[in-house]
């Protein structure tokens, strides 16, 4: 293969990566993640007193990433007791750690709890009894943010990735219930510190309407809390959701323009209350790593059906990216070994599991493909590692940092091995 005609993702040559590393390979850039984070200390941090930003590590999330988060001195949000140990492992300072999730074991609350972390986001009454009864027992005391649903009608985004709706499992209704017991309960509650409100509208957005909506629903209940609690809060978590281009000539979002309507917005309405302006949170997941992240694969089977379609099948697919198969997601991609030959072939890219809708590509033009080509998918950084899954028994691959043309396994490939570590075999009959 001539290397002139490879393709370097940064300064990385993919199609040696792929040689030395073996494929379906994730490769994240470790450069392309600081210029992400850059841009928001620029944009927001640097811009705005009083504000913060947490990395939604459902996005992608490994020791390393959280290491690099904690370096850059971001907060975590974290969903689950996985995602939680993870930053745990990381050394991850517990006071910027953020739990959420819409259904918290009582277990995870309280290995959440036992490891100090700084603000439980709750999203039912039966959290709130957890979390009250686990307090109370180790006479602690917790901060917590509620998350709301601001019950926008229209969100424009996939059907699956909205939130913010009010026909949501997510989150308190803005209702009398809300506001007669769940905040009565919680003011009352000696071993509970209401830090403040939570939502979070949907992922993949690419304008501030949403959001500013959803600021003017929420804030009347900040407005509420004030004049009926004489209650100010501190923070009010706007969640995340900023949307990135995956296909080409989609233009990226200009999140400092969005950014900073919202922002006026918030700055003028609490202009006009008798309060300070709490510290406004924003938790990017997508925008942080998405751009950051490429998958490699090799080029196996090719098959045409005449007058239809030519048919090129990869060493992965949904079980490494899912995201095609579940909302339908478009992604553009290259042949690694031949970058600078013309795209003048179309194809559709089959992953290899055993189901029709394992179908990563369609019709996408590219070289002339011959078995045993890499090719490159752009912008798998999100929700890609970190809902890959065995289906098929499939390996999940392995993570690569490059940074400075420097290559660093973060995450190992998955061996037949890990496949069965958890497997029991049958007991042998008496
Ligand atoms: C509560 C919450 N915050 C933040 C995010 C991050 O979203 P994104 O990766 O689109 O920024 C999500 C994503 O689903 C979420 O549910």
New binding site residues.
Partial sequence: MNKKNNYYFESADTVKLAEKYGTPLYILSEDIIMKNINNLKRVFINKYKNVQVLY?S??FMSIAMAQIIKREDLGI?V?SGGELYTAIQAEFNPDKIYF?GNNKTFEEIEMAIDYGVGTIVVDNLNELDMIIGIVTAKNIKQKILIRLSPGLTEIDTHEY?I?GQRDTKFGFQIDQHLKSSVIAKILNEDSLILSGFHY?IG??LFDNESYLKAFKIIFELVEWLLSNHDYAIDTLNI????GIPYEEGIKPLDIGKVLEEIMVEIERSFSNIPMDRPRIII?????IVGPAGITVYKIGSIKTIEHLRTYAAIDGGMSDNIRPSLYGAVYSADVANKYNQAKDHFYTIAGKACESGDILLKDIKLPVLDSGDYLVVHSTG?YNFSMASNYNRMLIPAVVLVKDGKDQVIVKRQTYQDIIGRDIKLMEEK
Avoid: C, L, N
């Fill in positions: 939604a459902k996005a949000d969903v959420h990735i939130t979070h992922s993949q969640g995340g959701g900023f938790e990017p997941g997508r925008w999100a």
